[in-house]
């Protein structure tokens, strides 16, 4: 295993790849495996909930997303080492979404390919994704609301070229942690508090 570089949307060349349309992927595909224990390393290394292949250089149809896991908290209402819920590993080979909410909430987002970004988007509040697993066989995840949900949606636009820079509505929105880092240290423990997708 090994990770692999992430692609910046900052950068000209990396952005010509993020802007891609991905191809789809025949399967069953051994090489595949490899691939994928490669993207959990890198997702795992950026602490990120979400990686596509475009954003390490393959214009394929392939999108990992790691839920994280659920700790219990202490009294003063930390977090302990004590896991309540497994974090939940997703491989969508292939997918499309089938249908979307007609309601839409705006969320702050960031993306591993725009490191300390992060800016409001909207997207729905629930998802239906039709997707292939490594056999090949058809899947479908029902109405995935939430974090899985908002992933979802996010890594599926990278498969069509799209970034959620393009999706802000409102530019005010887009801010650079970092620099709340510097200017704000005590806030500093509690940022991000959003998920990079
Ligand atoms: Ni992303």
């Known amino acids: 295993m090994a990770t692999r570089r992430i692609l910046r949307i900052d950068d000209a ?3 010509k790849i993020l802007k891609a349309h991905c191809r789809p992927i025949k399967l069953p595909d051994p090489k ?3 691939l994928i224990a490669d993207m959990f390393e890198t997702l795992h290394a950026a602490q990120g909930v979400g990686l596509a292949a475009p954003q390490i250089g393959l214009p394929i149809q392939l999108t990992i997303i790691e839920i994280p896991p659920l700790y219990e908290t202490d009294a003063n209402g930390d977090e302990t080492d004590a896991i309540i819920e497994p974090a939940r590993p997703y491989v969508l080979l292939n997918p499309r979404i089938v249908k979307l909410s007609e309601e839409y909430v705006p969320r702050m987002e960031g993306c591993l ?3 300390c970004w992060y800016g409001e988007v ?3 509040t629930w998802a239906t994704v039709e997707f292939q697993d490594l056999d090949g066989k058809r899947q479908r995840i029902r109405r995935a609301g939430d974090l899985l949900g908002w992933a979802m949606q ?3 636009d990278h498969l069509n ?5 393009e999706r ?5 929105t ?3 942690v970092d620099d709340e880092h510097a200017a704000l240290p005590d806030l500093a423990p509690e940022l991000p508090a959003e998920p990079t997708l």
């Open 113 to 115: 390919s725009l490191p």
């Open 154 to 156: 996010h890594e599926i």
């Open 122 to 124: 909207p997207r729905a």
């Open 174 to 176: 887009l801010r650079n």
């Open 13 to 15: 060349a990396d952005r």
């Open 168 to 172: 802000i509505t409102n530019l005010d």
């Open 161 to 165: 070229g799209i970034l959620y820079t």
């Open 32 to 34: 595949l495996k490899a």
